[in-house]
């Protein structure tokens, strides 16, 4: 299970396997936080537990503390 980690830790490897083993869902996670960004103010805090090696908040220019089992 470690060296399926650190295959992981590479973020260009974790988007391809999400992509191939879980299709559509960035856009799913999207459509629900959507709402949520939308809302939030610039002084707000987030934290991204489960993030991997790379938040979908970057996509909308947050950066969130970030929490996962990777490093």
Same mark, same amino acid.
């Given at each position: 299970?470690? =060296?399926?980690?650190?295959? =992981?830790?590479?973020?260009?490897?974790?988007? =391809?396997?999400?992509?191939?083993?879980?299709?559509? !869902?960035?856009?799913?996670?999207?459509?629900?936080?959507?709402?949520?960004?939308?809302?939030?103010?610039?002084?707000?805090?987030?934290?991204?537990?489960?993030?991997?090696?790379? !938040?979908? =908040?970057?996509?909308?220019?947050?950066?969130?503390?970030?929490?996962?089992? !990777?490093?």
């Amino acid at each position: 299970m470690n =060296l399926l980690y650190k295959v =992981l830790d590479n973020p260009y490897i974790y988007l =391809l396997s999400q992509a191939v083993l879980a299709p559509g !869902s960035k856009m799913f996670i999207k459509r629900m936080l959507n709402p949520l960004v939308a809302k939030m103010k610039p002084e707000h805090k987030i934290l991204d537990v489960g993030c991997g090696p790379s !938040s979908i =908040l970057n996509d909308y220019g947050i950066s969130p503390d970030g929490v996962d089992i !990777s490093e």
